[in-house]
Nanobody, 127 residues
Framework: QVQLVESGGGLVQPGGSLRLSCAAS????????MGWYRQSPGKQRDLVAT???????NYADSVKGRFTISRDNAKNTVTLQMNSLKPEDTAVYYC?????????????????????WGQGTQVTVSS
């Protein structure tokens, strides 16, 4: 069973910083792209940043220059460093990953690739 667990959310003043982390666990063969999305009340879930297995990154225009995504392939983790936070960054932040699981069952051993979401962590930017 593969799962993603986020940590690091909280309350911060405008202009402050937060660091979000996400750890993948379970029978993992390979983790492909990883990323962060966010959702505010009444709005759709939007992409914040993504990173491929070889380190190529992509950012939403609204966070470019302020947020940095990174990953540690050895530890199966992805991190989002958020600086110069604004009230409009307030949202629930979700970790996302495409993971190939290594599964052994009655029919033998096989690999299955699926998209996974974490449970979300609240980020509130307010004075």
């Amino acid at each position: 069973q593969v799962q993603l667990v986020e940590s690091g959310g909280g309350l911060v003043q405008p202009g402050g910083s937060l660091r979000l982390s996400c750890a993948a666990s379970g029978s993992i063969f390979r983790i492909n792209a990883m990323g962060w999305y966010r959702q505010s009340p009444g709005k759709q879930r939007d992409l914040v940043a993504t990173i491929t297995s070889d380190g190529s990154t992509n950012y939403a225009d609204s966070v470019k220059g302020r947020f940095t995504i990174s990953r540690d392939n050895a530890k199966n983790t992805v991190t989002l460093q958020m600086n110069s936070l604004k009230p409009e960054d307030t949202a629930v932040y979700y970790c996302n990953a495409d993971i190939t699981a290594d599964i052994t069952g009655n029919s033998g051993r096989y690999y299955s690739t699926n998209n996974y979401w974490g449970q979300g962590t609240q980020v509130t930017v307010s004075s």
